[in-house]
Nanobody, 127 residues
Framework: QLQPVESGGGLVQPGGSLTLSCAAS????????IGWFRQAPGKEREGVSC????????KYAESVKGRFTISVNNDENTVYLQMNSLKAEDTAVYYC????????????????????WGQGTQVTVSS
């Protein structure tokens, strides 16, 4: 069974920080491209950050570049998304997803390129 499991969402004030975790259940995450995506009400799903750990490659959306950092802890088989300087527009449900073949759409952090999805975790940035 292959199932990403994300956690760590919650309520944070603007300018604050939050770290999301994506645990790779039933698979070794280093064999996959892993992506963080988000979807806010009324907006399309957005690729936040994606990582191909074995290739040492990462991608970030322009809207989060310099504020968010994706990383992998292979010992824990977990991918993290550290979110700093959070803004109200970062409010969304955040999803972790995985793709095995390292195809074009996954490595370029496009959501339709991913096969396996977690259930999502809510991030709310508000005063």
């Amino acid at each position: 069974q292959l199932q990403p499991v994300e956690s760590g969402g919650g309520l944070v004030q603007p300018g604050g920080s939050l770290t999301l975790s994506c645990a790779a259940s039933g698979f070794t995450l280093d064999d996959y491209v892993i992506g963080w995506f988000r979807q806010a009400p009324g907006k399309e799903r957005e690729g936040v950050s994606c990582i191909d750990s074995s290739a040492g490659r990462t991608k970030y959306a322009e809207s989060v570049k310099g504020r968010f950092t994706i990383s992998v802890n292979n010992d824990e088989n977990t991918v993290y998304l550290q979110m700093n300087s959070l803004k109200a527009e970062d409010t969304a449900v955040y999803y972790c997803a995985a793709e095995r073949l390292r195809a074009y759409y996954s490595t370029t952090c496009l959501w339709w390129g991913y096969d396996y999805w977690g259930q999502g975790t809510q991030v709310t940035v508000s005063s």
